[in-house]
């Protein structure tokens, strides 16, 4: 359950992500914990959203509140993930303080409904984002024309503009 929008965080990227913002991400959750966020969004893919949902997890016993809310698209979804991703997901939903499945199985465009969920349930998304078209960059331009505030950890890419 996503107790208050204005205190919940999303997270969106690509799955090509490799851990190059390690640092910045765990950096970026404790600075967002400090304005008042508690409530962490993932959309539980492979790549970024993995990766933040194991920033959250990792500071959670020292920041009291903090939150992760695994908002998978559908049941089964890390059936087609590699073994070690299999792994990676399966512990980061056993330590999820919840998990929203918005499909008990594949349909078509199902993550385009997760991403707009991750959008719709939070004020501020933290994004890798490269400015690569697919479905990061669908979710970037729809949190910015909703007037989400967005935080771009991609070294190439820190701002956005809509065009």
């Known amino acids: 359950m996503?107790?208050?929008?204005?205190t919940s965080v999303a997270f969106t990227g690509h799955r090509t992500y490799r851990g190059?913002?390690?640092?910045?991400?765990?950096?970026?959750?404790?600075?967002?914990y400090a304005l008042g966020f508690r409530t962490f969004l993932s959309g539980m893919a492979v790549g970024f959203d993995l990766a933040?949902?194991?920033?959250v997890l990792e500071l959670r016993d020292s920041l009291p509140g903090l939150r992760l809310v695994a908002v998978v698209p559908?049941?089964?979804q890390e059936a087609r993930f590699s073994h070690a991703d299999?792994?990676?997901?399966?512990a980061a939903m056993a330590s999820a303080d919840d998990a929203v499945v918005l499909s008990p199985v594949y349909r078509a465009g199902c993550y385009a409904v997760r991403n707009n969920y991750l959008v719709d349930h939070a004020s501020l998304l933290v994004a890798w984002y490269d400015g690569s078209p697919g479905g990061t960059r669908h979710t970037v331009f729809r949190a910015l024309r909703r007037g989400l505030e967005f935080v771009n950890l991609h070294p190439?890419?820190?701002?956005?503009?809509?065009t």
């Open 2 to 6: 996503i107790a208050d929008r204005r």
């Open 20 to 32: 190059a913002a390690a640092d910045a991400l765990r950096r970026t959750v404790g600075e967002l």
């Open 52 to 55: 933040a949902a194991e920033a």
């Open 74 to 76: 559908f049941g089964g």
């Open 86 to 90: 299999r792994a990676r997901y399966r």
């Open 156 to 162: 190439q890419r820190a701002g956005v503009a809509l």
